[in-house]
């Protein structure tokens, strides 16, 4: 199956800086790829959706400010917090659209621990 | 409203015991279903999915899930859990477009 790669897989920054985490489809091309927020024992939580060449599509409650999507070529989207505070801590995934018929393929995941 | 519901926060079975996880969804069309499961720390990894045709679809790692339209249902079975199937299993739901719904999950214990 299609590769999702997530990078890096662990941060720690201290509150009031700003962390980028990359997504990267590896063997195909994803215009649109998906970001997901997971609190511990908790399902994932769609944040936006990234399209390639556009604007992110923000879930309602979502802070666009705050989390930065660009998604700038076929194969990597990132998603910054910017002014990262404690609360922002939590697992972040992304996933892309491998082809038409909606499987979802999930990168590993980003933990985020915010000081 | 639309939704994925997953009935069993936590299920605890015994190693070589078998094993059902439900899953239920409630759109007005039959969706793309998909399980997905999840270590500790990790990303979802893909078990099984199901788009049309043979009700019963097989996965990895020795799991299949069986589509029912009539009960709206995808549950997930094993015949014998081995212990390295404990974690987080996550029933979803996705369309043509960019809806994607994810269950709330079962958290899977296995007992030696």
Known sequence: ?115 | AQSVTQPDIHITVSEGASLELRCNYSYGATPYLFWYVQSPGQGLQLLLKYFSGDTLVQGIKGFEAEFKRSQSSFNLRKPSVHWSDAAEYFCAVGFTGNQFYFGTGTSLTVIP
Not at chain 1, 7 to 14: N, R, Y
Not at chain 1, 48 to 64: F, H, I, M, P, R
Request: charged share 20%; net charge neutral.
């Open chain 1, 1 to 115: 199956g299609a590769v999702v790669s997530q990078h890096p897989s662990w941060v720690i920054c201290k509150s009031g800086t700003s962390v980028k985490i990359e997504c990267r489809s590896l063997d195909f091309q994803a215009t649109t790829m998906f970001w997901y927020r997971q609190f511990p024992k908790q399902s994932l939580m769609l944040m936006a959706t990234s399209n390639e060449g556009s604007k992110a599509t923000y879930e309602q409650g979502v802070e666009k400010d705050k989390f930065l999507i660009n998604h700038a070529s076929l194969t990597l989207s990132t998603l910054t917090v910017t002014s990262a505070h404690p609360e922002d801590s939590s697992f972040y995934i992304c996933s892309a659209r491998g082809d038409n018929t909606g499987e979802l393929f999930f990168g590993e995941g980003s933990r985020l621990t915010v000081l």
